[in-house]
Every structure is written in C-alpha cells, then in structure tokens.
C-alpha cells in the first residue's frame, strides 16, 4: 500500500539535506517542534495543509514543487505516467470550462414571491 505521507517525508528530508540544512534549523523555520518534523520527515505523522506551508515556506520551496514530486513519486511505484501540468493559455481554458460545467443551476421560480415563504 502507498502511503502519501512516506513519500511526503521523503521528498521534504530530501530537500533539506540538498540544502545542507539541519532538522533545528528547517523547524525553526517553520515554528514546529523538531520532534514533530523528524516525524514528519520519517512517514509517522501526516502534515496537515498549514504544516506543509510551513515547512515548504521555511525550505524556500513551492508547495506545488512537493507536491508534485510527491505525485511523480506515487505515480513510479504505480507504474503509471504523471501528465504535465498545462500551459497558462491552457490552464485559462480549463478555467473557464470548469466555470461553466460548476456554475450553480438558475433558481427555479425565481421572482416568484408567491412561492417564497416567510421565514
């Protein structure tokens, strides 16, 4: 089984080490215990959202570089091939269908006040 936060660990150890920087350091950085980021790094312990912000601010890394190096890491061990991540122009696009695939339903009966009940 894969667990994300393996590979999460990996990735942010590995950063740091590249960067010639201590766990003391990297956790001061980031305002988290040290212990709690050994664990972090080790795979015991799952980042929450905020964490890894942390973490990633105090790396000097995009959250975004992590997290996609974590899915490139995954998607090795499945076998399967991470797509790029699309251009601006194309991102723009993607953008507006999302928009009108999610826009929300007109109301029904909308102007309709007999409909309306008081609340």
Do not use: F, W
């Not at 990735?11 to 980031?30: D, K, N, P």
């Not at 122009?89 to 309306?116: I, K, M, N, Q, Y």
Request: hydrophobic fraction near 45%; aromatic fraction near 0%; charged fraction near 25%.
């Amino acid at each position: 089984m894969i667990l994300i936060r393996h590979q999460m660990g990996d990735v942010l150890r590995s950063a740091r080490q590249q960067q010639g920087r201590t766990l003391r350091e990297v956790s001061g950085a980031a305002r988290v215990s040290l212990g709690y980021l050994s664990e972090v790094e080790r795979g015991q312990k799952e980042a929450s959202s905020e964490l890894l912000s942390s973490i990633c601010a105090a790396l000097d890394m995009p959250m975004s570089a992590v997290l996609h190096e974590v899915s490139a890491r995954v998607a090795a061990i499945e076998g399967t091939v991470v797509e790029a991540v699309p251009a601006a122009a194309d991102r723009d696009a993607l953008d507006a269908e999302l928009a009108a695939v999610t826009a929300p339903p007109a109301r029904l009966g909308a102007g309709r006040s007999d409909l309306v009940s008081a609340a």
